[in-house]
């Protein structure tokens, strides 16, 4: 009971921080809603890091949080909303081999379990042109944008100590924003990044090149408690803005 009233509360106070026409233009079941999972670290290369320093001990971060804001939007519309989920894969390919632990399959029954449609991408062109043209973008608009996964102040990046530690080969970089149709977004879209420092560059970036702002974090997000349903927040000293 007390898991119930916690979350049903956490749930108010989310949407709560949308402005009346920024929660009615993202919540059209008319439109698309994209939520995108970047991919986790692997233990391979964040068991070099100091045991405070370490990223993603647990695989699941960026998909069970989309998966609480996914009940959390379908529960606010009684399910008349189109949900995207955008995952990037090869991500969670690498860290099943890792773990022994089909994360394929664990993130397909999400989408069966949700009814959501579900989106691989390895590449960042590709999630461009899922925004720019995934749907008809002259009838079927963006209404909403939620990023989870690891980010720096200038990108998104999916594959973040995955390939590389403390790097990544993909990745979605601010310069890479005029890329982005601003006409596939419905006005008053709303947008947020979950990762970290997003709100220090490339929040404004976004807003520049596609007109619409997005919400970011001033400094890091935490998803320590993502086991415990609940979402991210601002680590100590930190901030929210647009």
Request: proline letters at 2%; one cysteine or more.
């Amino acid at each position: 009971m007390i898991t119930r009233t916690f979350l049903s509360l956490a749930g108010l106070l989310l949407f709560s921080t949308l402005l009346p026409s920024e929660s009615q233009a993202a919540l059209d079941p008319n439109d698309e809603y994209i939520i995108v999972s970047g991919g986790p670290a692997l233990r391979y290369w964040e068991n070099y890091r100091k045991e405070a320093h370490r990223h993603d001990q647990w695989w699941g971060n960026f998909i069970r949080t989309a998966r609480i804001r996914v009940q959390q939007l379908q529960k606010a519309t009684d399910g008349k909303i189109n949900i995207t989920w955008l995952v990037y894969r090869d991500g969670y390919e690498t860290r099943a081999t890792e773990d022994g632990d089909p994360l394929i399959s664990h993130i397909e029954s999400v989408r069966d379990k949700y009814n959501i449609k579900l989106v691989w991408f390895n590449r960042t062109d590709e999630l461009i042109n899922y925004i720019n043209s995934g749907q008809d973008r002259r009838k079927v608009k963006v209404s909403g944008f939620e990023y989870f996964g690891h980010s720096n102040k200038y990108c998104f990046v999916f594959d973040y100590s995955n390939a590389i530690l403390g790097a990544s080969k993909v990745f979605l970089h601010q310069s890479d924003l005029k890329r982005l149709d601003r006409k596939a977004f419905a006005r008053g879209a709303y947008c947020k990044s979950w990762g970290c420092h997003s709100g220090e560059s490339f929040c404004q970036e976004f807003r520049k090149q596609t007109g619409i702002k997005m919400i970011g974090a001033i400094g890091k997000t935490d998803y320590s408690d993502t086991w415990r349903l609940i979402l991210p927040y601002i680590s100590s000293g930190g901030r929210w803005t647009s």
